[in-house]
């Protein structure tokens, strides 16, 4: 069976050729041509992904995401954009895209993410939902967002609980700074900062403060671990 591609696309020149391209490429391709269409048409939650324009009439291509993703619509999106400073990716990347390509862009690369974005898609529905994670003695309730550490509760920050989370999907495994700015703060690129060791810093300092044996450890020159052996 096809996989289905809707496409949020008020340019008919450009919407024209992304329907013909993706056709050819086996896919199935239904258009929109306004932010609202595409909403509306999204919401029945039918495609395996969206690519939207972020310049769209009525409901700009963002709004669309935010509106989608408040809605619990997890199906993936892709933006397509003009705007292609550093701001504007983050802008789109923060209001709920899964990816963000600037035009002028080529075929290619659009049928690489796409094949990229539907991978991970579908890893995601095939693995088990857990409710909780476990590392030692540190327990994290996915549900209630609450970690305890030796059955002591240990308050954390939305961006810390996605970070601690992250690195118990991990467990045991070195994670690297680029896959942590990639997956929870959506940076693509390297923005130049020590914005994860500073986060890691305060991560560490809530989980072992108090306890005799460390669970957060750097493995140096390559990233971090969360581990209750080494």
């Not at 395996?48 to 993936?76: C, S, Y």
């Not at 892709?78 to 080529?106: E, N």
């Not at 306890?211 to 209750?228: D, E, M, N, Q």
């Amino acid at each position: 069976m096809s996989r289905k591609i809707l496409v949020v696309e008020d340019d008919a020149s450009t919407a024209a050729y992304l329907a013909k391209g993706l056709g050819e490429a086996g896919y199935a391709v239904e258009l929109a041509s306004s932010g609202r269409d595409g909403l509306f048409l999204a919401s029945e939650g039918i495609f395996d992904l969206i690519i939207a324009d972020r310049m769209l009439p009525g409901l700009d291509g963002l709004g669309m995401v935010g509106a989608l993703r408040a809605a619990k619509v997890r199906t993936p999106v892709l933006v397509l954009s003009a705007l292609a400073s550093v701001d504007d990716r983050v802008d789109g990347l923060r209001a709920g895209a899964d990816d963000y390509l600037c035009k002028p862009f080529s075929f290619a690369e659009l049928s690489a993410r796409i094949e990229a974005l539907v991978r991970r898609a579908d890893r995601a529905a095939i693995e088990p939902l857990k409710t909780r994670l476990s590392v030692g003695d540190l327990e994290i309730d996915l549900l209630a967002r609450q970690v305890t550490r030796a059955g002591r509760v240990i308050p954390l920050g939305a961006r810390e609980f996605n970070l601690l989370e992250f690195l118990a999907r991990h467990a045991g495994q070195v994670v690297t700074r680029t896959m942590m700015l990639e997956k929870i703060w959506n940076y693509h690129f390297d923005p130049g900062s020590n914005v994860v060791d500073v986060h890691i810093g305060r991560l560490r300092r809530k989980l072992e403060e108090g306890f005799a044996t460390p669970i957060l450890h750097t493995v140096r020159g390559a990233g971090y671990k969360l581990a209750s052996d080494v």
